[in-house]
């Protein structure tokens, strides 16, 4: 709320991560004392030691954010690959989760995650026999688009 007058302009939050972005290391400047100032009115302190500055890429999230791209990191996705067929409720809610910072790589991402996402009702079991056929092959294809 802070920051709401400059976000999507130069800034963005993602998680717990705050990103500033410009296109120029002389924007750069001009943006970090825009957002570093609004903070300051509200008695918010920014740790130093966690912040890094003049990046080109951003790395440590599941999408690597550079210079007017967003991609996927290479090794997140090796990992979606090689996650196990949920077999809770609360699984498969962390499963959909997970994939769902993908979703706008694949697709028709609602459409396939469906049955998975059918499986999450609270009315359900909280234990449910695997593999069901539908979500099988829906989070199989999921894993074939990633």
């Not at 440590?60 to 949920?86: A, I, M, S, T, W």
């Not at 056929?133 to 894993?143: F, T």
């Amino acid at each position: 709320m802070i920051l709401a007058s400059v976000k999507w302009q130069i800034y963005i939050v993602y998680l717990e991560d705050d990103i500033i972005f410009s296109c120029s290391p002389e924007e750069h400047l001009k943006n970090l004392d825009e957002v570093l100032k609004h903070p300051g009115k509200t008695r918010v302190t920014v740790k130093t030691p966690m912040c890094h500055f003049f990046h080109e890429n951003v790395e440590d999230l599941p999408l690597v954010l550079g210079r007017g791209r967003v991609r996927v990191l290479e090794k997140r996705l090796r990992e979606q690959r090689g996650l196990r067929c949920p077999e809770t409720q609360e699984q498969r809610k962390s499963c959909l989760g997970t994939r769902g910072v993908y979703r706008r790589f694949v697709a028709d991402f609602a459409k396939i995650v469906k049955p998975v996402t059918a499986l999450t009702s609270t009315k359900l079991s909280k234990v449910l026999p695997f593999p069901m056929e539908k979500e099988k092959k829906a989070l199989d294809y999921l894993r074939g688009q990633l």
